[in-house]
């Protein structure tokens, strides 16, 4: 029966152990809001807008691979970069009001990172510069979907870079206003993305 005790203390000792050397190997990384942008570009026919909202959250990895994380995007960082103040506000107020963001009802954007997956030799993606494929599930005004695109990540130790350029289209989320071509204004389906997400280990 001592033996057996042994035995059973061994065994909880290696599992212990095991445990502990997975959560060793996985890093938390906390995302720098003041410096981590996602920068939009919203087109109509004949004009366009660019601007950016603030991302805070954290990223985790395991083994030099990020493996999760959580983005959040509030609204009312939202800025914009090319009017004028006297003209500023009106955009900004207008992009939060029901025909856009409806902040007041949803003040957050959420992205859940699901997966990263290394890009092949042949992926026209690399030629921008991107290594991995992030995939996960992005909420925006109270509806959810799977987003995917191609990214660059940097990881060390302690920090944590990823920037990415792709299209996401607004219909899908069910941002309709202005999407009559036949209108005088009509806004175009797909806004243009820049992530710049810098991070660091807690």
Known sequence: MKFKNIAMAMVFIANFAACSKDNNDKAH??????TSLLEWK???????????FRVYGEAIAANGIV??????IPIASISNY?????????LLDHLQ??????AVIYPDAVF?????????ETDTARA???????TGDFSMIGQTHPLSFPARITLSPDSLQTTAAFKLNRL????????DPSKPLYILPDVEIKLNIKAATK
């Open 82 to 90: 090319d009017l004028p103040d006297s003209l500023k506000v009106q």
């Open 67 to 72: 493996t999760g994380g959580t983005f959040t």
């Open 97 to 102: 009001n029901p025909d856009f963001f409806n």
């Open 112 to 120: 859940n990172l699901k997966n990263v997956t290394a890009l092949s």
């Open 29 to 34: 990384f906390s995302i720098d809001r003041n």
């Open 128 to 134: 921008a510069g991107n290594n991995y494929r992030i």
């Open 42 to 52: 919203g087109s109509a026919t004949d004009h366009f807008h660019t601007g950016a």
């Open 172 to 179: 899908t989320w069910g941002m309709t206003s202005f999407n």
